[in-house]
């Protein structure tokens, strides 16, 4: 014992156990896991140059010649060392919005554990990001395996395949690069990931800067981390590397996957895309690990068959929200205060999904509730991002009155100067896409980047600038929704300042040259031709639902919600005056009332019902409740804006609706097709004849990928659904999520090629169909063969089948009967009618009918 105890005391110990500084000089002479010795687990089976070996209660280090030739020059452990303190120090510290000197705060104190879960949400990324976010906040998390961000790289019970890649998905702001640095900090520490020998940190937003250049793998790392200037191409060939990449939709690269080009030397120059795709795919450095973070629109820039795991970020849920204001603040009364009040609002409470928005409504509902300000606190988003502005104003204000040179007045009109051009820069990079810029994005905007990120405190809270390598700076707004606003901000600025040049090109959609011509008489003529408030916020409404993404969806709920007076009293003259009377915002709600939606998806339709609570206007919401409330429902007509409403309240609801039947609605056409999105939370959808179109079929196959899946019965017989949509409809039934056991398609004007997308989507997810409807259809016996090809496989669970109609022959039904004899089991029930077919072409499958091996008890063909 006592002997043991001698070798506990002399031998060097981990970090982990010792609980010594990484500048200690005992934790010097521990070193790292590095090679494959005798007597190593098998998680540490990788080629390193040092080996624990643990026997009988003790460690001892066994150092290979390898581990002394490669530190011969200054020592591997030295510069590992001193690369650990070099990301413990950047990481460690992180900043809630604010880049200013002392607003830093250690991450440990301030981190919430994040849900992420493995895989991703199904629905096609058609949506804007806080569709997504309500979508997310609608998902059933009982029978999901959440992961730790430490844990990515081990595998879950039962999954034999090691993992190399990973993608991590989420929304913007959700917490991925919080994730990464705390992932990375625990590593720095030693006390997670110890597997690892050498972590590399790299965001794209920095590779940016050097994407025209070539570089080799070891030259790129010397360049973002100088702390590795003396590591050589061999160490790097024997340790355990892992690779973040953080950032994928901020990258200005252009990752091909499909070039033939080869890269395998670490010291071997190429260019940067040609680096990073060798690096993904494999080819260079096949060890190591590799972790991708991206917002969701970005990700499939990498291809799947490169990908070992992709995990989604969900943001917090309920109980995080909860844990991260009580962590904020130590006043447990104002904590609770604040809770009470997101839960008073479903946009906030939503929106608290995003840590970069709990900041957000943590900050303004602190100096709210903290001072003597009086007054009904924001509920909506509008409101809430208003008063944000305000805050930081206050803020700013307090600081530089304490120096007695600093006029307040003037510091006003500082900050509504900056504030503006921010907003231009918001406003001509958010139809881009852009979230990240650069000094000449800047300078073109007319933003001086000394007065932007010195003299404007205001700014440096809602603009954050990042120093990155060559003495250049990275410049983003906080969070996209902070863009967007700024952004509405600029447009509405512009249109009480009858810019007549920037709305014409926003709401025309087309860039014009601006005149030359200074005459006083154009522009007094171009003044009067700017529309009025209510034309303006219309005709923004109409470019925004043309949008197929969506991608306006929140700058135009943020300029609807601009226009009400008390928004733009509390931004103290910064976007103008306008007539503003009652009768005019009248007509805006009654323009939004009456928007036409035709040929627009029902989803996008339902951002008009938003636009409206961002205007205070709850008439029909209230109106929506009652009807919910009522017995006799059909009696009671629908408008569309109600029918909109309706949809995105029962698809919120966290009662599953148990029949969607259109037809039961007492509304126009357009307003059943409104309806739509409500598919995604019930069990049987009814929408025989009601119009659908190609259109309607994505938002259906949104609903069968959506976690959970509710339906069960979907009814869309005589709709003109085209192979098109059939083929949307298809990529529904693929999703494992989908859980779909009747499907109806009669008259939906159908050919072989649907027959082909239904057998591809059956072939992926067999299990659940039990009824397909495909009669008075165009299918032809080409149709039916792809359909046999389905009929055949054991996995297949359909028992009746319908193909009346359908200009089939004699070619059919034997497809049919040789399908059945490979599959006997399942079909009971065939129907053939009206295909003019003889009794010797149907014999066999009457023989088939009369064997009882088989299970087809009803034959109808007549």
């Not at 010795?37 to 001892?60: A, F, M």
């Not at 609002?345 to 970069?356: A, D, G």
């Not at 909506?380 to 944000?388: A, K, N």
């Not at 063969?785 to 034997?814: A, R, T």
Request: proline fraction near 3%; hydrophobic fraction near 35%.
């Amino acid at each position: 014992m006592s002997n043991q105890g001698d070798e506990e005391e002399d031998r060097p110990k981990s970090p982990m156990s010792s609980g010594l500084s990484l500048k200690s000089d005992r934790f010097k002479d521990w070193l790292p896991n590095f090679i494959n010795e005798p007597g190593c687990s098998d998680s540490q089976i990788i080629k390193r140059p040092v080996c624990v070996e643990e026997r009988s209660g003790t460690r001892r280090l066994q150092i290979s010649s390898q581990s002394r030739s490669v530190t011969a020059d200054r020592g591997l452990q030295e510069v590992l060392d001193e690369h650990r303190i070099s990301l413990r120090e950047r990481c460690e510290h992180v900043t809630e919005g604010s880049d200013e000197a002392g607003s830093r705060t250690l991450l440990n104190r301030i981190y919430t554990e994040l849900y992420i879960t493995e895989g991703q949400s199904e629905e096609v990324n058609s949506q804007h990001e806080v569709r997504q976010l309500e979508t997310a906040s609608k998902m059933e998390s009982l029978h999901e395996t959440p992961i730790k961000c430490q844990d990515i790289f081990k595998a879950l019970p039962g999954q034999q395949t090691p993992i190399r890649v990973v993608l991590t998905n989420g929304v913007a702001g959700v917490g991925k690069t919080f994730s990464v640095q705390k992932f990375t900090l625990d590593w720095a520490e030693g006390s997670e990931n110890q597997d690892v020998s050498l972590l590399v940190l790299l965001s794209f937003r920095e590779l940016n800067l050097i994407r025209d250049e070539r570089y080799s793998l070891l030259e790129l790392l010397r360049v973002f981390h100088p702390t590795l200037q003396e590591i050589r191409a061999e160490t790097l060939a024997v340790c355990k590397l892992l690779f973040i990449f953080d950032g994928l939709d901020e990258s200005r690269l252009w990752l091909d996957f499909n070039i033939s080009e080869a890269v395998s030397d670490v010291s071997e120059k190429s260019s940067l895309n040609v680096l990073l795709a060798n690096l993904i795919k494999g080819n260079l450095l096949p060890s190591a690990l590799i972790w991708i973070t991206s917002r969701p629109a970005a990700a499939n820039q990498i291809p799947p068959s490169c990908v070992d795991r992709v995990t989604e970020v969900r943001g917090f849920t309920d109980a995080q929200k909860e844990e991260y204001f009580r962590r904020r603040f130590s006043d447990e009364d104002l904590s609770s205060r604040i809770i009470s009040h997101i839960k008073t609002s479903r946009s906030l409470h939503i929106m608290c999904l995003i840590p970069v928005f709990c900041w957000i409504t943590a900050t303004v509902l602190e100096h709210m509730m903290s001072t003597e300000q009086r007054g009904e606190l924001p509920k909506t988003l509008t409101d809430m991002y208003s008063h944000f502005l305000l805050v930081q104003t206050k803020r700013k204000k307090k600081k530089y009155d304490e120096g007695p040179q600093m006029n307040p007045e003037e510091l006003t009109r500082s900050d509504r100067k900056v504030l503006l051009k921010l907003g231009r820069l918001a406003f001509e990079h958010l139809e881009n896409g852009n979230i990240m810029f650069y000094q000449e994005d800047l300078e073109r905007c007319g933003l001086d980047v000394t007065e932007a990120s010195v003299y404007s405190g205001v700014c440096t809270e809602i603009f954050k600038r990042e120093s990155v390598i060559f003495q250049k700076t990275v410049y983003c707004f906080v969070h996209l929704s902070v863009q967007e606003f700024l952004a509405a901000v600029h447009m509405y600025h512009c249109f009480t300042n009858r810019n007549t040049d920037v709305i014409e090109a926003f709401l025309k959609d087309i860039k014009h040259k601006k005149s030359s011509s200074k005459s006083l008489l154009k522009r007094i003529t171009k003044f009067f031709q700017t529309p009025s408030l209510d034309v303006f916020l219309k005709r923004a409404m109409e470019k925004s639902l043309k949008s197929p993404n969506g991608h306006l969806d929140l700058f135009v709920r943020f300029l609807h919600g601009l226009s009400l007076e008390s928004n733009r009293r509390l931004l103290g003259g910064l976007l103008g005056q306008t007539d503003n009377s009652p009768e005019m915002v009248q007509r805006v709600f009654n323009n939004l009332k009456e928007m036409n939606s035709d040929g627009i998806s029902p989803d996008r339709s339902i951002n008009i019902f938003h636009c409206l609570t961002e205007m205070n206007d709850l008439s029909v919401h209230q109106d929506i409740q009652k009807f919910l409330k009522s017995k006799n429902r059909s009696k009671r007509k629908l408008s569309e804006i109600q029918c909109s409403a309706l949809a995105y309240m029962l698809q919120m609801s966290e009662e599953v609706l148990r029949v969607l039947d259109l037809k039961k609605y007492n509304t126009s056409v357009q307003g059943r097709l409104r309806l739509i999105p409500a598919v995604r939370n019930c069990r049987k959808a009814v929408f025989s004849n009601c119009g659908l179109s190609e259109t309607h079929c994505e938002v259906v196959a949104s609903a069968l990928m959506s976690n959970p899946s509710h339906l069960r019965y979907l009814d869309l017989e005589n709709n003109k659904l085209q192979d098109s949509g059939v083929k949307l409809l298809s990529a529904g039934l693929k999703s494992a999520n989908c859980q779909l056991e009747t499907l109806k398609l009669d008259r939906c004007g159908l050919s072989k090629i649907s027959c082909s997308s239904l057998a591809s989507a059956l072939r992926s997810n067999p299990s659940n169909l039990r009824k397909l409807w495909l009669s008075h259809n165009n299918l032809q016996d080409s149709g039916v063969k792809l359909l046999c090809d389905i009929l055949k496989s054991p996995n297949c669970q359909l028992e009746f089948l319908w193909l009346v109609s359908c200009g089939l022959s004699k070619i059919s039904c034997s497809s049919l009967a040789s399908a059945l004899r490979s599959n006997p089991s399942h079909l009971r029930e065939l129907w053939l009618r009206y295909n003019n077919l003889r009794h010797s072409d149907v014999k066999p499958l009457s023989d088939l009918q009369k064997d009882p091996d088989y299970r087809l008890k009803t034959l109808q063909w007549s």
